[in-house]
Nanobody, 111 residues
Framework: QVQLVESGGGLVQAGGSLRLSCVAF????????MHWFRQAPGKERALVAS???????SYANSVKGRFTISRDEAKNTMYLQMNSLKPEDTAVYYC?????WGQGTQVTVSS
């Protein structure tokens, strides 16, 4: 069964760091571009960062320089390292590959 499972969310003070993980089950991540999205209350889901199958990365302007996306094909896992967190980063974070979505992990940044 194809499945993505996120973990690593939580409550952190502004300026702090978190690392999100997204483990894939039922398929190898190697051939796929992968993405992190987030959805804040009352807002639409938005793309945060992407990593291609060859490792090329891209970021939303709002997180550039603070977030780092990476992947480990041996562990079939994608990561999002989030530093210098701001209250406006508060959202549910989702990972995505092709048509597969995770269940989301809550990130809350207090001021």
């Amino acid at each position: 069964q194809v499945q993505l499972v996120e973990s690593g969310g939580g409550l952190v003070q502004a300026g702090g760091s978190l690392r999100l993980s997204c483990v894939a089950f039922g398929f190898p991540i190697g051939p796929y571009d992968m993405h992190w999205f987030r959805q804040a209350p009352g807002k639409e889901r938005a793309l945060v960062a992407s990593i291609s199958d060859s490792g090329i990365t891209s970021y939303a302007n709002s997180v550039k320089g603070r977030f780092t996306i990476s992947r480990d094909e041996a562990k079939n896992t994608m990561y999002l390292q989030m530093n210098s967190l701001k209250p406006e980063d508060t959202a549910v974070y989702y990972c995505n590959a092709a048509t597969a979505w995770g269940q989301g992990t809550q990130v809350t940044v207090s001021s």
